[in-house]
């Protein structure tokens, strides 16, 4: 149900813009994040945002990097500017979407992870 994209090789102070879409008969998409999990190291917060766009980052990556969401195409979106190679990580998109199959279920998703990695 999320599928992300825009994940690849890049030089330290590079850009790259990933993005997450969300399919099925989504009645609402709630918070979404961003998450990233480096060898070795724990799954971490980098990013969320809220139904109505209210936002939380990671000290790691305030002032670099941006999310944002459409709630009309059920798209979810980190810019990421000025990157570091401590940075490189896979990049998973996470949401709590409610469906509508019969009745309303809300459940909360991962997608598949897209790697960033990150060069000196």
């Known amino acids: 149900q999320l599928v992300e994209s825009g994940g690849g090789l890049v030089q330290a102070g590079g850009s790259l813009r990933l993005s997450c879409a969300a399919s099925?008969?989504?009645?609402?998409?709630?918070?979404m994040g961003w998450y990233r999990q480096a060898p070795g190291k724990q799954r971490e917060l980098v990013a969320s945002i809220t139904v109505d766009s209210r936002t939380v980052y990671a000290d790691s990556v305030k002032g670099r990097f941006t999310i944002s969401r459409d709630n009309a195409k059920a798209l979810l979106y980190l810019q990421m500017n000025s990157l570091k190679p401590e940075d490189t990580a896979v990049y998973y998109c996470?949401?709590?979407?409610?469906?509508?199959?019969?009745?309303?279920?809300?459940?909360?998703?991962w997608g598949q992870g897209t790697q960033v990695t990150v060069s000196s």
């Open positions: 099925g008969t989504i009645f609402r998409i709630n918070t």
């Open positions: 996470n949401a709590d979407i409610t469906y509508y199959r019969g009745g309303y279920y809300t459940e909360n998703y």
